[in-house]
């Protein structure tokens, strides 16, 4: 049976256009953004100042220094992690078909929080350091990765367990997260009773979601992962929405659906693992972000994946702004105000329900 | 014969749900699963597909065993229409160029998009080609999962329970589709049904299903209320009216049972 001498709809055409056109504006908005992101703190540069600098020919060793090794490594982070946690949060929503799921609700973070405290706890690495921005740090970053790594993805297998049993629910799932992050703080609360002033201040100053402690040294190592993820992400699109019509429609057109999901669980879990283990827990981007998206742009995830990208990398530029710049000179924590615009949303979520 | 099943037993969590199945299944024909709830018609559908493996037996699909293709190839030669399908926010155009997914290496090229263009034309659903699945009524809903079937461009198409939930105007008017695609382009259609008149009317072969295995099979013409009441256990009749075969219960189901 053949199918040929059809033509393309415009309207069509003139709908792909559209879409197109919104993830330019989002792009452009993020990279307008990023400048102004650039231009504010404590100090306020010129945006000239700025462009001079990125294209090293800085006007002055002042902006330089402030550019260079404060504002781009922190509105670098922001971008990145921003985009990772939407991104995942976007691809769980899909994999696990529940627009609750998130790094957030379903226990993840609080996984990837108790494993770097356990981190601290067994293995040392909270020491006192006296560097100019923080009196605590973690000092071996890549232990304290690796251990909140394996129990986010030791809590993702859970849900995937979970969701795989037939008649997994919205509900189940997110009442599942909840217990999980109930657990996984329970156990956290549970090391830091136990642990020493230096270890309890590493624990807690972990917890708090905040993107100026990365430096160049952590966007080479996290940089290479988030991208090559939200590349991943962003080749699988096709089979996400190949799974939009149910599994067993999925398996009818050759998708392998249990390694779809899987992967691409796997996948955020990672993500998500990598970008908390180095900037704390920022809460509700991966949900907040998603969610906004769909509504404007739908589930369409050639267009959904890269908008939520852009979408959660701008949301977290301006949260970083606001921290940064509502109490000069003090930085606030960013997770803060992720938190201030990401629970109107998921109480709009719940009162509004599902459109389908 | 396109497609040949051959000793299949199957069983979930040790309990036999099929046992020595055999058919084969001729192009240019609809064939109808019939059979009491539970026998395991859509379970036998589904292991045409190898969206379930049965525990043993042979499937040959254009005389190459299913058992050696992988999930991509089966969807070149197979199409696979679910009882019910999820209605998210994605257009009619979007879900129907999916059933290029098995021939699709990156990304969806020109024709892909002329293939559906031509699909929606063929099936009357040009007007809703932008509109999202959640607005669609079920039975606009199943043609759009048909036509994806069709974008698929198999020769073999399975349809479990195609009108389940639609009314009496679209279970006529759907089933006349299909009819009309499977004389025109000779494929082969495997459908299960509940409704026998339905199935009477418009299906050419029948295989019918009881204790697990196959009771009976042959033309559909052949059928009689003998065979009918022995798998469903009601006395039934089969009468005509204007030409039409129908399938009448001459018994209470009560008084039967």
Redesign the interface.
């Known amino acids: ?9 415009d ?2 055409i003139g ?1 792909i256009r559209k879409k197109s056109w919104l993830l330019f504006v989002l792009f452009s908005l993020m990279a307008i953004l990023f400048l102004i992101s650039l231009c504010n703190g404590a100090v306020k540069l010129p945006l000239l100042d700025v462009v001079q600098t990125l294209m090293l020919d800085a006007p002055s060793r002042k902006a330089d220094l402030i550019v260079w090794h404060i504002r781009l490594p922190q509105t670098v982070i922001a971008i990145l992690s921003g985009a990772g946690l939407a991104a995942s949060g976007a691809v769980m929503q899909s994999v696990l ?1 529940n627009p609750l799921a998130s790094p957030f609700t379903l226990g993840i973070s609080h996984a990837a929080a108790f494993g770097a405290a356990l981190s601290v706890i067994l293995m040392g690495t909270g020491v006192m350091a006296s560097s100019s921005s923080d009196a605590v740090a973690i000092s071996n970053p890549l232990i304290t990765v690796a251990t909140a790594f394996s129990f986010s993805i030791f809590t993702a297998l859970i849900i995937i367990f979970i969701s795989g049993k037939k008649g997994a629910s919205p509900q189940v799932m997110v009442l599942t997260g909840v217990a999980l992050g109930s657990l996984f703080t329970a156990g956290t609360m549970l090391l830091q009773f136990f642990a020493d002033d230096v270890q309890l201040a590493a624990m807690v100053f972990w917890t708090f979601g905040d993107l100026a402690r990365a430096d160049w040294n952590d966007i080479a190592l996290i940089a290479p992962v988030v991208l090559m993820l939200l590349g991943f992400f962003l080749v699988k699109s ?1 089979d996400y ?2 799974m ?3 599994d ?2 999925a ?6 659906v249990e390694w779809i999901r899987l992967s691409g669980m796997l996948a955020a879990s990672l993500m998500t693992a990598l970008i908390i283990s180095f900037v704390g827990i920022i809460s509700f981007v991966g949900l907040a972000a998603p969610h906004i998206v ?1 509504r404007i742009i ?3 995830h050639r267009f959904l994946l890269p908008a939520s990208i852009l979408a959660g990398a701008l949301i977290l530029l301006a949260a970083d702004m606001v921290a940064r710049l509502i109490m000069l000179p003090h930085v606030l924590p960013v997770s803060i105000f992720t938190a201030f615009l990401g629970a109107p949303v998921f109480i709009y979520l719940i009162i509004k329900g599902d ?2 | 014969m396109i497609l040949t099943v051959n000793q299949i037993d199957f069983k979930y969590k040790s309990v036999k749900i099929l046992e020595d199945i055999n058919f084969s299944i001729p192009r240019g024909e609809i064939t109808v699963i019939l059979g009491p709830n539970g026998v395991g018609k859509t379970t036998l559908l ?1 292991c045409l ?3 379930l493996t049965p525990a043993a037996g042979r499937i040959h699909v254009k005389d190459k065993p299913l058992k050696a293709m992988d ?6 030669e ?5 009882q ?8 009619v ?3 129907v160029l ?2 290029r ?2 021939h ?1 290496r990156f ?1 969806a090229g ?1 024709d892909d ?10 099936l009357n659903l ?1 007007h809703m ?2 509109k ?3 607005e669609l009524s079920g039975g606009e809903l199943q043609q759009v ?1 048909i036509a ?8 073999i198409l ?1 349809l479990d329970e195609p009108t389940s939930s639609l009314d009496l105007k679209n279970q006529t008017r759907i089933l006349s589709l299909v009819r009309h ?1 499977v004389r025109d ?3 082969a259609v495997i459908m299960t049904m509940h409704d026998l008149n339905s199935a009477l009317r418009y299906a050419d072969q029948y295989i019918c299903l009881k204790n697990n295995t196959v009771f009976g099979a042959g033309k559909i013409e052949e059928i009689g209320s003998d065979l009918l009441t022995k798998v469903y256990g009601l006395p039934v009749e089969i009468i005509r009216h204007k030409g039409y075969p129908l399938v009448v219960p001459v018994e209470d189901a009560f008084k039967a049972a």
């Open positions: 049976m053949h199918f040929d001498h059809g033509a393309v709809p309207a069509y709908y078909k096709r929405n190949g939009a019509m149910g067993e429609s398996k009818g057109i050759g998708i392998q769909r739908g589930d369409d459109p389908r | 589904k597909n190898k969206i999930i991509r190839q089966i969807a070149k197979i199409s696979y229409v679910a019910y399908n999820e209605a998210g926010k994605i257009t155009f979007d879900a999916m059933g997914y098995p699709i990304t020109k998009l002329k293939k559906v263009g031509s699909v929606l034309t063929h040009s080609a932008l999202n699945l959640y999962a994806r079937a069709l974008v698929q461009e198999t020769d399975l695609i382009h000779n494929l």
